[in-house]
Structure formats: C-alpha cells, structure tokens
C-alpha cells in the first residue's frame, strides 16, 4: 500500500519522529560534553582563586597550579567556624546558588524595612549554609582566599578576596560579572579596579570589623576603602554589600589568626561592628537589583 506523503497524517508522523530524534542526538551531545563542560567551570573557578593571590595562568595549567599551590581547603560555619568532616568539599560548594536560595529572599522579604532587612542579613546562614576559604601559599606564607558572590545593576556578581596571614590585610581582590554595563559597572573586573584593593584592611585599629568599602567621591587616605566606579554607583554598592556581608562571617577566623588580638572582648566586636558597616551601605539601591540575581 502506497504512502500518502502529502496527507496531514504523514507529516505530522514525520516531524514528530524528527523532533524525537534530533531530541535524542542534542540529549546524547549535551551528556557527553558535560564532564568537558564541568572541567571547564572547574578549571575558571581554579583560574579566579589563583589570580586572587596574584598568580595568572592558562585554564589548560590552573588544576595544576591550584594543587601545586594550595595548603588547605576548609569549610566554615556561619559563625566562622571550622566544620569538621564537612559533607560537601570546600571546591564543590556553589555559593551563588546558596546566595539566590538565601539572600534575595531576605531582599525581597524586607524591601520595605531596612531596619529589619539588616536584622535579617546579620542572622542570615545560621541554617547550615557552608562558606568555603582555600588556603594557598604565596611568597612562602600562607595567604586566605574568601569566595563571595552578590547583586550588581543587572545581575549577580562575584569574586574572590585574599586576606594575608595577619587577618586583616587584603593581599588581592578579583570580581566579575554576569551582565553590568559596558564601560561603568562591567569596569569591576579590570585590573584598575582590582588593583586598589591591596594593601587594604578589613579591620579597624581597635579591632572593630570594618570590611572595605566602594566609595563614591574618592577613597583618598582611607585604609577600608576604594574609589567606586565612576556611573556605575549601583554596582559599586553591590560590591560593598558582597564585600562586607561575606567577610563578616569569615570574622572570628580572621581574628585567631591576629596576634593579640584573641580576647573575648575582641570577638564580641563581631555582629556590633558588621551592623555599623552596614549602616554605611545603600540597601535600597541594592533591593533595587537584587530581584534579578534569582532570574
């Protein structure tokens, strides 16, 4: 019996067994790539922390580097704890789905209330959210490389700060982006920006916690500070959001690592002194944003 190769029947049949089988190839394509795909995100990851402690190297050397270069991955607690025997390794820990999970939700939730926005955020983690720190060596000491992601005028941002020996001096800073403006807020991944983190200090004279801060009008003569960005104050603010959030935490390790400086009296500091640095933060200019980190 003769097929009708013109009649509806046939064509739908056709198409249908077509989507089906170009579904199947693309299915078998994008499972085959994948472990090509994950060494890829793998060895950028490996690129960013490496570039943190000022070390550039192609992505075909990165695992190689990073390995030769690391002392020690560590998972920390929200209070700045080590976890013991942690469930999921340091490297494997997404903190920027831990962010969209946690953070955009306190955004939105208080969008209203600054007040009770800050509440949330300084009780924000306590849940069990793991925050990784990688310890590498760099001029033969240990350096302290913190992962942070946040919300810029378009979408999420992130990068990594590398805190020197002596707890409070940032050794180097890398920040990137998924989609800020051209020529303003996209300007936080060139080395013009970058540069001036170093040398920076993220704790007071007194030992208070300050972060370090993006500041619109010029950083001139401040040791927390860097100049923002000129058009792009809502990406800089991000960055200071992102900045003085996740290093809060990171804190009371920061602290047993300062000589001296391991007294009670100095580790209650902790949640007073991250509440006045964001008391300095443009909240409601991030909550403009922050919506578009969960997209």
Avoid: C
Wanted: net charge negative.
């Amino acid at each position: 019996m003769a097929v009708d190769v013109n009649s509806n029947k046939y064509t739908f049949i056709f198409a249908t067994v077509m989507v089906i089988v170009v579904a199947t190839l693309l299915a078998l394509a994008s499972e085959s790539l994948k472990p090509m795909q994950n060494q890829n995100v793998a060895n950028e990851k490996r690129q960013n922390i490496l570039s943190s402690i000022g070390l550039s190297v192609a992505a075909a050397d990165a695992e190689a580097a990073y390995t030769e270069n690391l002392v020690e991955a560590l998972v920390l607690d929200a209070n700045g704890q080590v976890v013991e025997n942690p469930a999921v390794e340091a490297f494997n820990i997404d903190v920027l789905k831990d962010y969209k999970a946690g953070l955009s939700n306190i955004y939105k939730a208080n969008a209203g209330d600054m007040e009770a926005m800050k509440t949330a955020l300084l009780a924000w983690g306590k849940g069990g959210v793991n925050y990784p720190m990688f310890i590498l060596k760099k001029d033969g000491e240990n350096v302290y490389v913190v992962p942070m992601v946040g919300t810029g005028l378009w979408g999420p941002i992130w990068g990594y700060v590398t805190v020197a020996g002596d707890g409070k001096t940032v050794v180097g800073a890398v920040f990137d982006h998924k989609s800020e403006t051209p020529g303003l807020g996209a300007e936080i991944n060139q080395p013009s920006f970058q540069k001036p983190f170093e040398g920076k200090t993220i704790f007071d004279e007194s030992g208070a916690f300050t972060g370090i801060k993006v500041m619109k009008g010029g950083a001139k003569g401040s040791e927390h500070g860097v100049d923002a960005i000129s058009g792009g104050t809502i990406t800089s603010n991000g960055v200071t959001e992102m900045i003085v959030r996740t290093l809060k935490i990171y804190e009371p390790y920061f602290l047993k690592l300062q000589e001296g400086n391991r007294t009670e009296d100095v580790i209650a500091l902790h949640l007073d002194s991250v509440a006045v640095a964001l008391d300095s933060l443009n909240l409601e200019e991030v909550v403009d944003s922050v919506a578009l980190s969960a997209e």
